[in-house]
T-cell receptor, first 112, second 109 residues
């Protein structure tokens, strides 16, 4: 079984809809991250959480919110999706003693 | 903020050839990782290498932190090496992982 899982893997939604992407991990890591990747570009950090009570904005947090429900779960929400949020979204984790990050398989989101 | 530049942007190799990918960064870093994104989009950890040299099979990496660059060496390339190679760094001014734009590698059979 994969250590970092993301659901859904693919999603098509309409402009204005609320959508939630979920990330779960069995690695026992304290730190979790959400990134987005646009075609032909590297990843950009949206939010990160170093423990359940610690949530921080990343480089591009506008239009997104997150929830850290437990050590193993970190959800990303788009309150009112817009077409330029069409992208590949990745969740990642790292242990508390290191910043070495491990990525989930990604969620391909299309907003029409 | 810290800038990360990767070169070359694109690379085409014949199977069996060797290559060197470069990552330059504009400021001191605490952490540096190399990733391979395969054609299916999956990101695979290659090296966590804020300094020094590491090897894993046909791949090796060297980071010279004082000169602000890292190199990824691929020897005896295989078609399965195709994909995009990313360098990602965390600056010393607080946590914020910055990815380079990547090197897109295609290995021909």
């Amino acid at each position: 079984d994969a250590d970092v899982t993301q659901t859904p893997r693919n999603r098509i939604t309409k402009t204005g809809k609320r959508i939630m992407l979920e990330c779960s991990q069995t690695k026992g890591h304290d730190r979790m991250y959400w990134y987005r990747q646009d075609p032909g570009l590297g990843l950009r950090l949206i939010y990160y959480s170093f423990d359940v009570k610690d949530i921080n904005k990343g480089e591009i947090s506008d239009g997104y919110s997150v929830s850290r429900q437990a050590q193993a779960k970190f959800s990303l929400s788009l309150e009112s999706a817009i077409p330029n949020q069409t992208a590949l979204y990745f969740c990642a984790t790292s242990p508390g003693y290191s910043y070495e990050q491990y990525f989930g398989p990604g969620t391909r989101l299309t907003v029409t | 903020g810290i800038q990360v530049e990767q070169s070359p942007p694109d690379l085409i190799l014949q199977e069996g050839a060797n290559s060197t990918l470069r990552c330059n960064f504009s400021d001191s870093v605490n952490n540096l990782q190399w990733f391979h994104q395969n054609p299916w989009g999956q990101l695979i950890n290659l090296f966590y290498i804020p300094s020094g040299t590491k090897q894993n099979g046909r791949l090796s990496a060297t980071t010279v932190a004082t000169e602000r660059y890292s190199l990824l060496y691929i020897s005896s390339s295989q078609t399965t090496d195709s994909g995009v190679y990313f360098c990602a760094v965390d600056g010393t001014g607080g946590f914020k992982t910055i990815f380079g734009a990547g090197t897109r590698l295609f290995v021909k059979a």
